[in-house]
């Protein structure tokens, strides 16, 4: 059988990449808002999809509660849009579930004193490798000196048994 020709190879490069390209273009964020939750006014919605985008899922804890399947996430979301149906501003939710949960529960705590240490953990950590590997480059030696003739045939006899 005869290898395909140049030309149906690059059409079907381009069939794959077009597939390639209609599917990226499909693959958009699950989110874990159920239709339930789904507030009726647009504007209502939008608030509070910004306010769940803002903050941690306390069970998953790398995610935001937007995009958490977990129930307390669920009722996190919930409360946010009672609160907004209620009138309550932005800020006010927030600082209700910040006193309710700790800075924790913002995926961008604030820079202040109980948060100094979070803050600066990764930097501290890169600087504590870079020490590392300075200190073990400083302790190495410059250069080895080179085997006697007695060490080159020691080195080669225990060598023999190996194969090598």
Request: charged content about 25%; hydrophobic content about 45%; proline content about 8%.
């Amino acid at each position: 059988m005869a290898p395909p020709s140049p030309r149906k190879r690059g059409e079907a490069r381009s069939g794959a990449l077009v597939l390639f390209a209609l599917l990226l273009a499909l693959a958009t964020p699950a989110l874990a808002v159920q239709p339930d939750e789904v507030m009726k006014d647009p504007a209502l919605e939008a608030r509070a999809r910004t306010l769940s985008a803002e903050l941690r899922c306390m069970v998953c804890q790398n995610q935001s509660i937007d995009d958490s399947d977990a129930p307390l996430a669920r009722d996190i979301r919930l409360l946010i849009r009672q609160r907004i149906a209620e009138g309550e501003t932005n800020d006010a939710v927030r600082s209700y579930l910040v006193s309710r949960y700790g800075d924790f529960i913002l995926l961008k705590p604030p820079f202040k004193l109980e948060t100094l240490f979070l803050w600066l953990s990764a930097p501290l950590t890169l600087l504590a490798g870079l020490a590392a590997v300075l200190l073990a480059r400083r302790g190495a030696p410059a250069s080895t000196e080179p085997l006697t003739p007695e060490e080159e045939a020691r080195l080669a006899a225990l060598t023999k048994g190996d194969g090598g």
